[in-house]
């Protein structure tokens, strides 16, 4: 994005564990900063070495290591610098599939989302790594190895230390391995992409969908208007025009000259049972238009136009980044209250910036962009804290899924109580022997007084 930049002097690339040991092992003994990378493609600037920080990037422990093909079973384990992308490619060859899935797959590594605690596109269905991460090993900042790389599906023996290590942007260690639990693929899908009038349509669309389509429901996303025409009018779609081709209703209007909200659907079922759900899922798509809640729709009619409306959601981020600075907000928020966010942002903001809302309706997650011709404090003062505190306000978080990294971390106290905060730099501090982050000390007196006590 632009937004940070890096200024380290050294890139390290180990290749196992012990490497990685032993130069945290150093680096500790030295008081050396470090930060570990993965792909890069975080959005909060947490892989960058904002200041002289050693950058450890596990890249090259790229080795999947074993994977149990058993039905019950679909185990991978892998090292942490696998790319996501490949993972999927090695288990759609195995007759599974990853149970995460992203825009930035192929460049984001598996010790990344990981770290990150990534949600992305099929959280919907398959819910957080939270859930599907069986085990992990770790490399704590003495050097110390964690084997924590369980294949079990159940093991209640103690705390279930992984879970802290899910989700905590490299703050406590560096991921090397990861064992995941992956479905088995099924044979069929299909995708919808559909218009809504407005906000409240999308919102009970969603749950009409989850009533009456359950289990093969795998994504709903949104994306406003502005998105839409952002993304289509962008050279990212392509010289072929790639998407705008597709995205024309039976009756051949153009989806991107009409002002709605659109939402990609998707739907996994099995190949055996496909044709009933084919009929469920026209019945649905029927009622909803009948209804009223859907004003214009296209089912895919093959896997090229399939991935077509996969690209045009995916493609928002980059999107954004061409069209200039970008400021990016990662909410959850509740569902009924997360479209007046935006409409309350563009009063905020008047013509200076475009206010660009997409995200996972199906999660309550609301990715808000606004975008400008370049990056402006009087842009920036409208914005925050308004977006922040509306979002506490709310009872909402902050950081639904990229993390506070540097971006946030001071504003964690927006989402999380003073004594949360306090056990979790406590806990570094005693347990993992960390010293405190002063970087997310500047606009927070009450942490600042809890990081000095
Ligand atoms: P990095 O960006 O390299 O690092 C992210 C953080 O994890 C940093 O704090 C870093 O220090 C730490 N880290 C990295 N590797 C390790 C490790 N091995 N051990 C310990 N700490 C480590 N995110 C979503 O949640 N959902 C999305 O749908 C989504 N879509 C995206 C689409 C695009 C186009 C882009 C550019 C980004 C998207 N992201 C999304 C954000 C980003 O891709 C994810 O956060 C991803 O999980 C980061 O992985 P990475 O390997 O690039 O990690
Ligand atoms: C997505 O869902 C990513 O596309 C990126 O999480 C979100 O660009 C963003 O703000
Ligand atoms: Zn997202």
Not at 138 to 158: E, F, P
Not at 267 to 272: G, I, L
Not at 291 to 298: D, F, K, R, T
Not at 382 to 406: C, D, M, Q
Request: aromatic letters at 8%; charged letters at 20%.
């Amino acid at each position: 994005m632009g937004k940070y930049r890096g200024s380290s002097k050294l890139l390290l690339q180990p290749k196992n564990t012990e490497e990685v040991s032993q130069i945290l092992k150093y680096c500790n003994s030295r008081c050396l900063a470090v930060v570990p990378q993965g792909g890069n493609t975080g959005l909060v600037g947490g892989s960058v070495p904002v200041f002289d920080e050693v950058i450890i990037n596990v890249g090259l422990m790229r080795n999947i290591l074993s994977f149990d093909k058993v039905i019950v079973s679909g185990v991978l384990v892998c090292e942490a610098g696998c790319i996501l992308e490949n993972l999927i490619s090695f288990l759609d060859d195995e007759g599974f599939i990853m149970p995460l899935d992203l825009g930035a797959k192929g460049s984001c590594q598996i010790g990344g989302n990981v770290s990150t605690n990534a949600g992305g596109l099929r959280l919907l269905r398959y819910g957080s790594l939270h859930g599907s991460v069986l085990g992990l090993e770790a490399v704590l900042a003495n050097g110390t190895v964690l084997d924590m790389l369980g294949t079990l599906r159940k093991d209640n023996t103690g705390y279930d230390l992984k879970h802290l290590f899910i989700g905590s942007e490299g703050s406590l260690g560096i991921v090397t391995k990861v064992s995941i639990l992956t479905p088995p693929k099924l044979s069929s899908v299909n995708i919808a992409f559909l218009a809504c009038e407005d906000y409240t349509s999308c919102q009970k669309l969603l749950l009409e969908a989850k009533k009456k389509l359950g289990g093969i429901l795998s994504a709903f996303e949104f994306l406003d208007s502005d998105a839409m025409s952002l993304v289509s009018s962008t050279t990212f779609l392509g010289t072929e025009n790639h998407g705008q081709e597709v995205i024309k209703d039976k009756h051949g209007q153009d989806f991107t000259s009409i002002d709605l909200r659109a939402l990609p659907l998707e739907f996994w079922y099995s190949y055996a049972s496909g044709s009933i759900f084919m009929e469920n899922l026209e019945a649905f798509l029927l009622h909803s238009v009948e209804s009223g809640l859907v004003a214009n729709g296209v089912l895919a009619q093959d896997i090229n136009q399939a991935s077509s409306f996969w690209h045009i959601r995916e493609g928002l981020p980059e999107a954004l980044m061409k069209a200039g600075a970008v400021y990016k907000y990662d909410l959850s928020l509740p569902l009924e209250k997360m479209y007046d966010l935006v409409e309350e942002m563009r009063v905020q903001i008047g013509p200076a910036a475009k206010v660009v809302a997409y995200g996972h309706l199906g999660d309550g997650n609301l990715h808000l962009n606004i975008s400008a011709p370049a990056y402006d404090d009087n842009i920036l003062a409208k914005i925050e804290p308004f977006v922040y505190e509306w979002t506490s306000k709310n009872r909402g978080s902050i950081s639904a899924e990229h993390g506070l990294g540097l971006m946030k971390a001071a504003k964690i106290h927006y989402s999380k109580s003073p004594e949360t905060v306090r056990l979790m730099i406590d806990f570094d501090y005693c347990v993992f022997e960390l010293l405190p982050d002063t970087s997310c000390l500047d606009d927070n007196h009450s942490i600042i007084c809890l990081c000095l006590s």
